[in-house]
T-cell receptor, first 118, second 109 residues
Framework: GAVVSQHPSWVICKSGTSVKIECRSL??????MFWYRQFPKQSLMLMAT?????????EQGVEKDKFLINHASLTLSTLTVTSAHPEDSSFYIC??????????????FGDGTRLSIL | DAKTTQPPSMDCAEGRAANLPCNHS???????VYWYRQIHSQGPQYIIH???NNETNEMASLIITEDRKSSTLILPHATLRDTAVYYC??????????FGPGTRLSVLP
């Protein structure tokens, strides 16, 4: 159980393109999902917390108009990188936390999306 | 900043136990200890978590000291496929996870 699916796994596109990444919890409901970014040889950095039915909470320094997050259902959150540029190239990872599995329930992560902007 | 401190790297012989330490001296009473690992170009994989008691599952054992200021993840019989970066994180339901640099475990044949 606790499977998180992320799609696509790899995207290569031209500068100026907008790219949408999907994150789905396959076998559980998740009121809260998280979006991380990881640059080469670095650790994961939280970008934003996505809450079903409400606006996302962005970490300091993350542009909310650049990284649009939509969490329209209890099993799906999307991250759209708008007008992507080469500096947005990174490994984007989502995670989800189940609603009803106790106070210490862990986050479960997708396999990530490698975004390369040419 | 991460609330945990881990050694940057460790080696372990294949078939032997891998013991990965983590210090979390500022852990609060309601914070759990979580362990994840990340194999290159994949998302982090959940391993185990605990609050006060030692925990064991099919992947690993988690030993938490009585004062909860440190813990050890034990992989009882390490294989080459266990080579990864291991992250120790403390937090609870209402908190975001903060990832430190983790420990790069190399399992050697």
């Amino acid at each position: 159980g606790a499977v998180v699916s992320q799609h696509p796994s790899w995207v290569i596109c031209k500068s100026g393109t907008s790219v949408k990444i999907e994150c789905r919890s396959l076998d559980f409901q998740a009121t809260t999902m998280f979006w991380y970014r990881q640059f080469p040889k670095q650790s994961l950095m939280l970008m934003a917390t996505s809450n079903e039915g409400s606006k996302a909470t962005y970490e300091q320094g993350v542009e909310k108009d650049k990284f649009l997050i939509n969490h329209a259902s209890l099993t799906l959150s999307t991250l759209t990188v708008t007008s992507a540029h080469p500096e947005d190239s990174s490994f984007y990872i989502c995670s989800a936390r189940g609603n009803d599995r106790g106070p210490g329930q862990p986050q479960h992560f997708g396999d990530g999306t490698r975004l390369s902007i040419l | 900043d991460a609330k945990t401190t881990q050694p940057p790297s460790m080696d372990c012989a294949e078939g032997r136990a891998a013991n990965l330490p983590c210090n979390h001296s500022t852990i609060s009473g309601n914070e759990y200890v979580y362990w994840y690992r990340q194999i290159h170009s994949q998302g982090p994989q959940y391993i185990i978590h605990g609050l006060k008691n030692n925990e064991t599952n099919e992947m690993a054992s988690l030993i938490i000291t009585e004062d909860r200021k440190s813990s050890t993840l034990i992989l009882p019989h390490a294989t080459l496929r266990d080579t990864a970066v291991y992250y120790c994180i403390v937090g609870n339901y209402g908190q975001n996870f903060v990832f430190g640099p983790g420990t790069r475990l190399s399992v050697l044949p």
